[in-house]
């Protein structure tokens, strides 16, 4: 009878441990994916209509598309492209995960529009479209490093950069 009584002890005592060990949750994993991004690179004017000039693509939970109409966004509209030419499901994979949990909330609670210094001539800009069940929100985000951004934006921008480049080749 002991011996059932320590095994039980012991089981409880398991039991209860486990409880109190329980993973603390982490709040990234708690932020809502959105259902599409839109992202991309384009140069202002000086760029010569060139197919570099402008990189946009759209994302959503099964694919990847990249924009064939080439034409720049502008910062107080929304980017209506045509998203015709799927990509690898290797590459919606890799860009997902870069930008699953590093979408800054310094951006997300920021007005749709521009964001940085003001265009000049043959500058590099991002556009980033943001969409979830509740919320549609654009940026045109400066390019220029030149630090009126901040540290938050500036990583940001340099993982639109990788992710624009592992979608364009």
Known sequence: ???????FSLYVLITAISWSCEKEKNPADSTEFPEVIVFGRFVTPGCFDNEAC???????ASSLREDVNDDSPVAGE??????????????HASIEQMLRNNIPQGLLQ???GFVGTSPTWNTQYFYFEYKTATRHSYWVLDGSFDGNLGQELTTFINTLSVAVNTASF
Request: net charge neutral; aromatic share 16%; no cysteine.
């Open 110 to 112: 920021r007005e749709n």
């Open 54 to 60: 402008v990189e946009l693509f759209r994302m959503d």
């Open 1 to 7: 009878m002991k011996k059932q009584l320590r095994y």
């Open 78 to 91: 929304w980017y209506d492209g045509n998203y015709a030419t799927t990509l690898s499901k290797e590459d």
